[in-house]
């Protein structure tokens, strides 16, 4: 069974603060994704990285997947209020696309 | 263009009922897959369908079961309810493949 640990579980931080997510595992995957869930609503995707040592940025958002592709991070500078959710990282386990198995997910509060 | 629909939003059930969930994918869209999400377990995978057949299944017993029809419309019924079975369950379309995921709002199953 493929594992995926998030870290930290909870982060509550104030407005202009920087954080890190980290997603770690000891299998090899062939792709990550993280999303970012919203009370009563269902997650929604914000990038997939596919490639060893891939960094991808989504505005104050920088993702990074590791070489070995077991585990990846979600770096947000300067955060704000509106990026209030639950962040999860999701690893692609026959890479076929459908069949995600997920992290514990990180839930991210931060006060202005 | 809308996006995935699942229905009903909210369930309340007692053990031993059975109870059958609905997801409209989006338009185009083949592949469903199915999640539970719960507090202490997470988002976990349950089965995925693909033009009316069950490509990938889960870790999860026999009382949870799917169905896809021609329409490319899923349905999961879950037989002889548990307490545990209380959960948001979330249903996600895309055109299969490698191609992203979009997830529903998700249906809340509470279980008296």
């Known amino acids: 069974t493929q594992l995926l640990e998030q870290s930290p579980q909870f982060l509550s931080i104030q407005e202009g603060e920087n954080l890190t997510v980290y997603c770690n595992s000891s299998?090899?995957?062939?792709?990550l994704q993280w999303y970012r869930q919203e009370p009563g609503e269902g997650p929604v995707l914000l990038v997939t990285?596919?490639?060893?040592?891939e960094v991808k940025k989504l505005k104050r958002l920088t993702f990074q997947f590791g070489d070995a592709r077991k585990d990846s991070s979600l770096h947000i500078t300067a955060a704000q209020p509106g990026d209030t959710g639950l962040y999860l990282c999701?690893?692609?386990?026959?890479?076929?696309?459908?069949?995600?198995?997920f992290g514990g997910g990180t839930r991210l509060m931060v006060k202005p | 263009k809308a996006g995935v629909t699942q229905t009903p939003r909210y369930l309340i059930k007692t053990r031993g009922q059975q109870v059958t969930l609905s997801c409209s994918p989006i338009?185009?869209?083949?592949?469903v897959s199915w999640y539970q999400q719960t507090p202490g377990q997470g988002l976990q995978f349950l089965f995925e369908?693909?033009?009316?057949?069950?490509?990938n299944k889960g870790n999860f017993p026999g009382r949870f079961s799917g169905r896809q029809f021609s329409n490319s419309r899923s349905e999961m019924n879950v037989s002889t309810l548990e307490l545990g079975d209380s959960a948001l369950y979330l249903c996600?379309?895309?055109?299969?493949?490698?191609?992203?995921?979009?997830f529903g709002p998700g249906t809340r199953l509470t279980v008296l």
């Open positions: 299998s090899v995957f062939s792709s």
């Open positions: 999701a690893g692609d386990a026959n890479n076929a696309g459908n069949m995600l198995t």
């Open positions: 990285v596919v490639t060893g040592g």
């Open positions: 996600a379309s895309s055109l299969g493949g490698l191609n992203e995921q979009f």
């Open positions: 338009s185009g869209h083949r592949s």
């Open positions: 369908y693909f033009s009316e057949t069950q490509r």
